[in-house]
């Protein structure tokens, strides 16, 4: 019985060494994201309203990686996994879908 809590340690271990690296993956995604939605944002040469949109987009995004590393945050806190992220994760998608269309609309 002991050897098997000393895989169950091991994996256990590998598994919040894992959830660190995603974690800070994430805050480097999103800061890269960020720092490039700003730096288009600054230098485009598109319509006021088509460099909005796509700015907004770049934003949206920013935030929904930012959910998934809180989420992976609480994950390490408390365990388990909590609905609320993925909704509001969810609900941003959508608006970001709405923008996409949007985009497209105002190209045609």
């Known amino acids: 019985m002991p050897r098997t809590r000393a895989h169950l340690n091991v994996l256990t271990i590998v ?6 690296a ?3 993956v994430l805050l480097v995604v ?3 994201v ?3 939605t700003a730096y288009e944002l600054a230098t485009s040469r598109q319509p006021f ?3 909005t949109t ?3 987009n770049g934003v949206l995004f920013t935030i929904i ?3 998934v590393f ?3 945050v609480e994950h390490l806190k408390h365990g388990g996994v909590q609905l609320q992220p993925f909704l509001i994760i969810g609900t941003i998608s959508a608006v970001r879908s709405i923008l996409a269309v949007a985009g497209i609309r105002e190209d045609l």
């Open 54 to 56: 796509t700015a907004m």
């Open 22 to 24: 995603l974690a800070l």
């Open 15 to 20: 598994d919040h060494a894992l959830n660190y």
């Open 70 to 72: 809180r989420t992976v």
């Open 65 to 67: 990686v930012l959910e």
């Open 34 to 36: 960020l720092w490039h």
């Open 49 to 51: 309203l088509t460099a």
């Open 30 to 32: 999103a800061a890269i």
